[in-house]
């Protein structure tokens, strides 16, 4: 009987290691919260923050909230507002934050030197037309 039900056990853990090499891996600190669809990355990645240039919007991924500027104020939310709603984030540049964890967000984004040319460099890839000679 033992053994039968430690051979039930084995077998189901090898079954899901298999099923999660299929796919891509997402870490998580909420389970059973998918993160957003816009975010599926083919690989285990260990980010905290999103960063969308285009429209200065963070989104945490363990608070599970989007951060925005409004009126020189963070705004942290669950949902965007309806002014946002033009914009589609799966299609919108982002970036992963690797190097910072921490919960100040507007600290990290005034320290952030390298942020204004973030938006250069992407609209000139996104614009081929930008670096063309007429």
């Known amino acids: 009987m033992k053994k039968a039900v430690f051979l039930t056990i084995a ?38 923050y999103i960063y969308f240039p285009e429209h200065d919007i963070y989104y945490d991924f363990s608070l599970r909230t989007y ?7 963070w705004i942290s939310t ?15 540049n982002r970036f992963r934050i690797h190097d910072y964890f921490g919960d ?4 990290y984004h005034n320290n ?4 204004s040319n973030l938006n250069r ?6 614009n081929p037309a930008i670096n063309r000679r007429n």
């Open 11 to 48: 077998l189901l853990f090898s079954f899901a290691l298999s099923l999660e090499s299929c796919g891509p891996v997402v870490v998580t600190s909420r389970i059973g919260t998918p993160p957003p669809p816009w975010f599926y990355p083919n690989r285990a990645e260990v980010v905290r």
């Open 67 to 73: 951060l925005y500027l409004d009126n020189n104020i």
């Open 78 to 92: 669950n949902i965007l507002p309806a002014r946002f709603n033009h914009i589609d984030l799966r299609r919108s």
């Open 104 to 107: 100040d967000i507007k600290k």
């Open 112 to 115: 952030n030197s390298h942020r």
């Open 121 to 126: 460099s992407n609209n000139s890839r996104r």
